[in-house]
């Protein structure tokens, strides 16, 4: 969100993670890999002496030590206060306003509800099929998106039914065997990479993924990385 509104951030955490989950935006050239998301580098970032420092606490991640070497700007998605596209909205104007990048904010905000709008209406033909996200685990499990995601407010926006509407946990996802995607029939697949290599050469090989309805129909499609 730092880098959408114009700033590049000088370092973060788990740069491998960033790009292979994440993708996009691009981390400008010259940021720093503070090591893992767990376990950053506050020594590092303390030489760095930052004006801001940001992140998602409350995960096991103890703020204090952060607050120590600079303000601190915490980003609270997923803590149910509203749903995750409001909350990402309301935390888009909160981080501009910290930034001072506050016509950004607007602008992204903008920009995104605009692109949503103009894909529905592409959309406007399929959408009565139903549609799944998934993120493979391993080659026997898989999470599926549901209620309480990012992207099934992304649907709810396109006018797009999803076809997991079974429950999902906190974090707005199911973990389920991969046996379980019967239950969604012949609907369409989404299917977020990355998917490790050796992963992949296992469901390349899986009688029981092969057999699936969805993939038996050639409605599963995979895309490049999104982080929900």
């Given at each position: 969100?730092?880098?959408?509104?114009?700033?590049?951030?000088v370092?973060?955490?788990?740069?491998?993670g960033y790009?292979?989950?994440?993708?996009?935006?691009?981390?400008p050239a010259?940021?720093?890999?503070?090591?893992?998301?767990?376990?950053?580098?506050?020594?590092?970032l303390?030489?760095l002496?930052?004006?801001?420092i940001?992140?998602?606490?409350?995960?096991?991640?103890?703020?204090a030590?952060f607050?120590?070497?600079?303000?601190?700007?915490?980003v609270?998605?997923?803590?149910?206060?509203e749903?995750?596209?409001?909350?990402?909205?309301?935390?888009?104007?909160?981080?501009?306003?910290?930034?001072?990048?506050?016509?950004e904010?607007?602008?992204?905000?903008?920009?995104?509800?605009?692109?949503?709008a103009?894909?529905?209406g592409r959309?406007?033909e399929r959408a009565?099929?139903?549609?799944?996200?998934?993120?493979?685990?391993?080659?026997?499990?898989?999470r599926v998106?549901g209620?309480?995601?990012?992207f099934?407010?992304?649907?709810?926006?396109?006018?797009?039914?999803?076809?997991w509407?079974?429950?999902t946990?906190?974090w707005?996802?199911?973990?389920?065997?991969?046996?379980?995607?019967?239950?969604?029939g012949?609907?369409r697949?989404?299917s977020?990479d990355?998917?490790?290599?050796?992963v992949?050469?296992r469901?390349?090989?899986?009688?029981?993924?092969?057999?699936?309805p969805?993939?038996k129909?050639?409605?599963?499609?995979t895309?490049?990385?999104?982080?929900?």
């Amino acid at each position: 969100m730092v880098i959408a509104l114009g700033i590049g951030p000088v370092a973060v955490a788990d740069t491998k993670g960033y790009r292979d989950w994440v993708a996009g935006p691009d981390l400008p050239a010259g940021c720093l890999d503070l090591g893992s998301r767990g376990e950053p580098n506050l020594e590092l970032l303390l030489e760095l002496k930052p004006d801001l420092i940001t992140g998602a606490y409350g995960y096991g991640l103890d703020e204090a030590p952060f607050r120590r070497i600079a303000p601190v700007h915490t980003v609270p998605f997923y803590d149910g206060t509203e749903a995750p596209y409001r909350q990402a909205e309301i935390e888009a104007l909160k981080l501009g306003s910290q930034l001072g990048r506050e016509a950004e904010a607007q602008r992204l905000i903008q920009e995104t509800a605009a692109t949503i709008a103009e894909i529905r209406g592409r959309f406007s033909e399929r959408a009565k099929r139903p549609l799944a996200v998934v993120s493979m685990f391993d080659d026997r499990h898989v999470r599926v998106y549901g209620k309480g995601s990012l992207f099934q407010d992304v649907l709810d926006r396109l006018s797009l039914t999803n076809a997991w509407a079974a429950p999902t946990d906190s974090w707005g996802f199911a973990m389920l065997g991969i046996e379980e995607l019967v239950a969604i029939g012949e609907a369409r697949v989404i299917s977020l990479d990355p998917i490790p290599p050796h992963v992949k050469i296992r469901i390349d090989q899986s009688s029981l993924w092969a057999n699936l309805p969805c993939v038996k129909a050639g409605n599963v499609r995979t895309i490049p990385p999104v982080w929900p």
